[in-house]
């Protein structure tokens, strides 16, 4: 018969879902998921490792405090491996997720990243062309040029960045939003608090332009944030 699969014997401990429900909603440091699950950091740890190691969760170096880190969630290969996980039970449970709802409004959307060179203009582009009815806007804490590799990676992706400016998120301080996403860890530390209280969600995403990778490193966040803004979808 074989033994369960894999996602079945992780997600089923209490603690280890407990985690899975709280990474689903964002990037989060050890001391927020045990203040989440309500378990000792220890206990944290060993769990977290469990998921780490079977290639369900990431984790990443704080940009702006090295000493510090963010566990994130690979929501794709947990769907993957769901999928796979019905489907050997029985073919007829694969799953096959409908598509994201569209008919409630999240209220605005706001993006913040340090420069507002790259992610949050790549963010705010590909949640636009998603949901063309919402209103969504990017800023930087400080902001600098549009990057041109940004430009060009996104033109290959359909979309024409050419134009666009770096806001200051000073620019949109009184304005009201539903949710708050904020693309890297030095912004999450100096972003304000916005009226109406909206959803605050940090996706830990490293600066493509202090990467060594070139066009490549763009291309790769435009790929990761296509990912998360496909499940961000979900949420509204």
């Not at 769901?82 to 409908?98: C, D, E, R, S, Y």
């Not at 620019?171 to 912004?187: A, M, Y």
Request: glycine content about 10%; some cysteine; aromatic content about 6%.
């Amino acid at each position: 018969m074989g033994e369960p699969p894999v996602f079945l014997g992780l997600a089923g401990h209490p603690v280890r879902w407990r985690l899975l429900t709280a990474l689903a909603r964002g990037d989060r440091q050890v001391h927020e998921l045990t203040a989440l699950v309500g378990e000792p950091q220890s206990l944290v740890s060993y769990h977290l490792g469990k998921l780490r190691a079977a290639g369900l969760v990431v984790v990443r170096r704080s940009a702006a405090d090295g000493r510090v880190a963010f566990y994130a969630l690979d929501l794709a290969r947990c769907g993957d491996l769901l999928t796979a996980a019905g489907a050997a039970l029985h073919p007829g449970l694969a799953l096959v997720p409908p598509p994201p709802p569209g008919a409630a409004s999240p209220g605005a959307v706001l993006f913040l990243c340090t420069g507002n060179s790259a992610r949050s203009q790549m963010a705010e582009a590909l949640l636009r062309r998603a949901r063309p009815e919402l209103t969504v806007v990017s800023a930087g804490s400080h902001p600098k040029p549009l990057h041109p590799y940004a430009v060009r990676v996104m033109a290959e992706r359909g979309i024409d960045l050419s134009g666009r400016r770096s806001k200051h998120l000073d620019e949109f301080t009184g304005d009201r939003f539903g949710h708050v996403v904020t693309l890297c860890d030095r912004v999450r530390l100096v972003a304000p608090d916005f009226p109406g209280e909206p959803e605050r969600v940090h996706w830990s995403i490293p600066d493509p332009a202090r990467a060594e990778e070139g066009l490549a490193g763009f291309a790769r966040t435009a790929d990761e944030l296509s990912v998360r803004i496909h499940y961000l979808l979900w949420r509204f």
